[in-house]
């Protein structure tokens, strides 16, 4: 028995990818009176001096500059509604979810949906806040515990950039649910959005484990750059990507409005997925691998 693998994914990193600044020094550092330049020198005091994993070295030097008016994870939700994005957003997430604005009647006849999924190192708290979150399946970040009274304490998840690739195998077996272990056995034809379902667009550097998730089991990947920024630093890192390392095929500016580069790649991408599962559909039916339901 099958399953009917008719859900197709685009599954997005959040700093630089979505917004083009840092969530933290968007929406945290204002709220708290933390001084940006003085934060990130302490974190990088600890990966450099100490040996710490860069995720575990924010969370700890937010904690240690917060305090005693430490908040709480509804607090942080709150100013998760203040992040801003680049151009085109929220508005494309609203009108790709489910696929209305992208998908044909016979796309739709086959019961073929779009899902947007967010996988940061960032905080997830404030995603789920942000005016994104309404049109997401699952957001993945980095989570805060808290304590007796509430207020945020201690790391209780981290994703790295390495971790990262453990949420695409999570999406890919539909496995949402952190209690579920995402290394149990699946059989691919039971899995519930296949790699090749599947669109991952990231920034840069820190994307790479997953851009090789994807090109390996034949999903497709986008690199996306701030067309905004005079020294092109994003750009020359997507760049060296796509034309050096051969790790990514197409690169494009992060504008998500309509008739833009990124906003043409994500159709076309969609649009020859959903035509391939609806002939792989049609092929089923007539070789009789599909079988109709006993009752
Ligand atoms: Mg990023």
């Not at 904690?63 to 908040?71: F, K, S, V």
């Not at 998730?213 to 890192?237: E, L, T």
């Amino acid at each position: 028995m099958s399953a009917p693998q008719n859900t197709i994914a685009i599954v997005y990193d959040y700093d630089q990818t979505l917004s083009p600044s840092y969530m933290q020094d968007e929406v945290v550092f204002p709220a708290f009176g933390i001084n940006s330049e003085i934060f990130w020198r302490r974190c990088s005091e600890l990966v450099r001096g100490q040996g710490y994993d860069n995720e575990l070295a924010y969370m700890k030097v937010l904690l240690d500059q917060l305090g005693m008016d430490r908040p709480t994870n509804e607090e942080l939700k709150k100013l998760g509604a203040k992040l801003n994005f680049y151009k085109g957003l929220p508005e494309m997430f609203e009108e790709f979810c489910g696929g209305k604005g992208l998908l044909t009647a016979e796309h739709a006849a086959y019961g073929i949906t779009v899902e947007h999924y967010i996988i940061s190192s960032g905080m997830k708290v404030l995603i789920d806040g942000s005016r994104l979150a309404p049109y997401v399946r699952a957001i993945f970040g980095c989570e805060f515990a808290t304590d007796n009274e509430g207020r945020i304490t201690f790391p209780k998840r981290v994703i790295s950039h390495t971790q990262k690739t453990q949420f695409l195998f999570r999406i890919n077996k539909g496995f949402l649910d952190m209690a579920q272990d995402v290394n149990d056995h699946m059989d691919p034809e039971i899995r519930p959005i296949p790699f090749p379902n599947m669109i991952y667009v990231g920034d840069g550097p820190t994307d790479v484990p997953c851009f090789t998730v994807m090109k390996k089991n034949a999903g497709q990947a986008i690199a996306v750059y701030n067309p905004d920024d005079s020294q092109r630093v994003g750009f020359k890192k997507c760049y060296q990507l796509s034309t050096h390392a051969d790790r990514v095929k197409h690169i494009a500016p992060a504008d998500y409005r309509r008739n833009t580069h990124l906003r043409m790649l994500l159709e076309q991408m969609v649009e020859e997925t959903a035509n391939r599962i609806v002939e792989q559909r049609k092929l089923a039916v007539e070789t009789g691998t599909v079988r109709a339901p006993k009752h």
